[in-house]
């Protein structure tokens, strides 16, 4: 595997969009691992749909409303964000520049973005919570063995993490075809490093392999880790409003609405089109977000129509750390928090409060 392409000093002034970032950054990075970080599940059916939902959806245009005091602010668990932007967990940013998650942090942080760090980050945990005061939450997948995760949890606690993220949508590797042709693997010096201590899981021929079985969480599991800890809980992966009820039944503090960017099951819908049953089911009860595909301010206003309190971005995140590093990423999120203001102006919405299905065609 080659090592990334050093990253630009200064952004190249034809990047004006986030498709100009991909375009920049596949160039870039090595082909294996951009065949890891662009690829989906099997057919990249769902892969393909989380974009072309969004681009079929229509807004309605509003015109000459009053706009005194228009922001983008909301409020989650108890912390008011600058806007509704959060970068989503992604593992091993070291894959795209040398600084991984530290780098990452920093751009969230300049554009006042939430950042969910991936437990498998290729940085200690630790040093990105210290990198920045800006506001971070920490993924988590459970297993059935829990003093593992209880220490992880413990670390992500003290590190200062204000909120959990479990994500249940990949109990298993999808069925990663394009990885699997470019023959992906790790490079030297990224590893998730969090992981250390971890017991290993067994090597299975079949996920039907009852030792494999035997690792897989269920919902006693979630009812486990929020007696563990003070923190709020989310659950990530969920399309189905029959398991978000569950999830709120549960106790949970959170959902996100998220076919894993098209990486775990195939032929799932996109993510904009499973948002609104779920949005209904939970009823404002706890805050729902959404992730997938959100390239655009206007895919940010529709998301938000349709129901989601915040949205999370993935790959355009790792295409600004390849192509600029910290300043790739902070660039990428104003690109979207501009686009997200414009979008708002022209649909008469004010605030992320007045944004419903008015806004919708
Ligand atoms: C390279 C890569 C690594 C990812 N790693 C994780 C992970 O460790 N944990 C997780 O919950 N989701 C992971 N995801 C999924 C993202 O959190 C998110 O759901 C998805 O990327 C959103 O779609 P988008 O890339 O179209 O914005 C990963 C996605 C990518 C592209």
Same mark, same amino acid.
């Given at each position: 595997?080659?090592a990334p392409?050093?990253?630009?000093?200064?952004?190249?002034?034809?990047?004006v969009?986030?498709?100009?970032?991909?375009?920049?950054?596949r160039?870039?990075?090595?082909?294996?691992?951009?065949?890891?970080l662009a690829g989906?599940?099997?057919?990249?059916?769902?892969l393909?749909?989380?974009?072309?939902?969004?681009?079929?959806?229509?807004l309605?245009?509003?015109v000459?409303g009053?706009f005194?005091g228009a922001?983008?602010?909301?409020?989650?668990?108890g912390r008011?964000?600058?806007?509704?932007?959060?970068?989503?967990p992604?593992?091993?940013?070291?894959?795209?520049h040398?600084?991984?998650?530290?780098?990452?942090?920093?751009?969230?942080?300049?554009?006042?973005?939430g950042?969910v760090v991936?437990?498998?980050?290729?940085?200690a945990?630790?040093?990105i919570?210290?990198?920045?005061a800006?506001?971070?939450?920490?993924?988590?997948y459970?297993?059935?063995? %829990?003093?593992? =995760?209880?220490? +992880?949890?413990?670390? #992500?606690?003290? *590190?200062?993490?204000?909120? &959990?993220?479990?994500t @249940?949508?990949?109990?298993?590797?999808?069925?990663?075809?394009?990885?699997?042709r470019a023959?992906?693997r790790?490079?030297?010096g990224?590893?998730?490093?969090n992981?250390?201590?971890?017991?290993?899981?067994?090597?299975?021929?079949?996920?039907?392999d009852?030792?494999?079985l035997?690792?897989l969480?269920?919902?006693?599991?979630?009812?486990?880790?929020?007696s563990i800890?003070?923190?709020?809980?989310?659950?990530?992966?969920?399309?189905?409003?029959?398991?978000?009820?569950r999830?709120?039944?549960?106790?949970l503090d959170g959902?996100i609405?998220?076919?894993?960017?098209?990486r775990t099951?195939?032929t799932?819908?996109?993510?904009?089109?499973?948002?609104?049953?779920v949005?209904?089911?939970v009823?404002g009860?706890?805050?729902v977000?959404?992730?997938?595909?959100? %390239?655009?301010? =206007?895919?940010? +206003?529709?998301?938000? #129509?349709?129901? *989601?309190?915040?949205?999370l &971005?993935?790959?355009? @995140?790792?295409h600004?750390?390849?192509?600029?590093?910290?300043?790739g990423?902070?660039?990428?999120l104003?690109?979207?928090?501009?686009?997200?203001?414009v979008a708002?102006?022209l649909?008469?919405?004010p605030?992320?409060?007045?944004?419903d299905r008015?806004?919708?065609?």
């Open positions: 595997m080659s392409t050093p990253p630009y000093d200064r952004i190249p002034p034809e990047i969009s986030l498709d100009d970032y991909e375009a920049f950054a160039g870039r990075m090595d082909p294996a691992a951009w065949a890891y989906g599940a099997a057919d990249e059916l769902t393909r749909a989380n974009r072309e939902a969004y681009g079929r959806i229509r309605r245009p509003r000459l009053d005194r922001n983008t602010r909301v409020e989650l668990f008011t964000f600058a806007h509704p932007l959060l970068v989503a992604m593992a091993f940013h070291r894959l795209a040398p600084q991984g998650e530290i780098a990452t942090a920093f751009g969230a942080a300049a554009l006042e973005a950042m991936s437990m498998q980050a290729s940085v945990l630790e040093e919570a210290a990198a920045t800006g506001p971070k939450w920490f993924q988590l459970l297993y059935a063995e %829990r003093s593992f =995760t209880e220490s +992880l949890v413990r670390r #992500a606690e003290a *590190a200062g993490y204000e909120a &959990l993220v479990v @249940v949508d990949a109990p298993v590797h999808g069925v990663r075809n394009r990885e699997q023959g992906f790790l490079p030297a990224v590893e998730p490093v992981l250390r201590e971890m017991p290993p899981l067994p090597v299975c021929e079949s996920p039907f009852p030792a494999y035997a690792t969480p269920g919902w006693d599991s979630l009812a486990w880790l929020k800890t003070r923190l709020p809980v989310l659950l990530k992966g969920v399309l189905c409003a029959d398991d978000a009820a999830a709120v039944a549960e106790g959902v609405v998220s076919n894993h960017g098209g099951l195939d799932l819908p996109a993510a904009i089109d499973a948002l609104p049953r949005a209904e089911r009823a009860r706890v805050p977000l959404c992730d997938g595909g959100i %390239r655009r301010g =206007t895919d940010v +206003l529709k998301a938000l #129509a349709l129901g *989601a309190d915040a949205v &971005l993935g790959r355009p @995140v790792f600004g750390l390849s192509v600029a590093g910290a300043t990423v902070a660039h990428v104003k690109i979207l928090r501009t686009e997200l203001e708002m102006l649909a008469g919405c605030t992320i409060g007045t944004i008015r806004v919708l065609w």
